[in-house]
């Protein structure tokens, strides 16, 4: 399993409400029509504080995260090929200025209770530091940090999507340089004061001086979780 994640851009002169409704009741829809979508999910950006974290903020200024999920690399293509995404494509302009695309696999490693109730999200975009490459990433990501974050008292959900693709259109390929993210990480809490009582612990304290060993920025956001599929 794979997922697509768009960073959408909502245009200037669309009010916030008016992005939201169209991207949930307009776009999502047509979207959800894609052959072989295994699952797809709208993450509306709520709020954009760098909260409860000391650490380099990106440039990202994102109005919401889309993730759609295939069973692989050729179901994906597969679905942008198809004629169900022509009507997906002619939308976007509606209420999208842009949309980045990245593409990664996922990994659960705190999964949420099944009887957890109303949660809140929090989803963050990672930039590795310049002298770290990107296999050296991955494995301090997932080997050493994980473990790190599980230990957050509260923690209610975590998972990381480490990006293997980066696309400048549908199907096409962007390098590094012009879509420098390296993995995205979404982070359930019971409420708001949970989260912040979380980053505020020794456990929080012992994730984040090693954050500082191999990523240079953090972009966090909070969302309102849309579920289309």
Not at 11 to 20: E, G, M, Q, T, Y
Not at 36 to 44: E, F, K, P, S
Not at 129 to 134: M, N, T, W
Not at 152 to 179: C, D, I, K
């Amino acid at each position: 399993m794979i997922v697509r994640m768009g960073l959408l851009t909502a245009r200037s002169d669309l009010p916030n409400a008016a992005f939201r409704r169209h991207w949930r009741e307009v776009h999502g829809p047509l979207a959800a029509r894609l052959p072989g979508l295994a699952g797809y999910c709208q993450n509306h950006v709520v709020d954009r504080r760098q909260l409860a974290i000391d650490h380099a903020r990106g440039a990202w200024a994102l109005d919401g995260l889309s993730e759609l999920w295939f069973a692989d690399a050729a179901a994906m293509q597969a679905a942008i090929g198809s004629p169900a995404y022509r009507p997906v494509a002619e939308d976007s302009p509606h209420f999208v200025a842009d949309t980045k695309v990245v593409v990664g696999t996922q990994t659960v490693v705190v999964p949420r209770p099944p009887d957890a109730g109303p949660l809140i999200k929090r989803m963050s975009i990672l930039r590795r530091r310049d002298d770290i490459d990107a296999a050296r990433f991955a494995d301090e990501w997932g080997r050493v940090h994980a473990p790190l974050v599980a230990a957050f008292p509260n923690l209610a959900g975590y998972t990381q999507t480490l990006v293997t693709a980066r696309e400048s259109a549908p199907g096409v390929a962007a390098p590094y340089a012009a879509l420098p993210i390296d993995g995205i990480v979404e982070m359930w809490f019971r409420s708001e004061s949970d989260l912040t009582a979380a980053f505020r612990s020794p456990a929080a304290e012992r994730s984040q001086r090693h954050a500082l060993d191999f990523i240079a920025e953090i972009t966090t956001f909070l969302v309102e979780v849309h579920r289309v599929v």
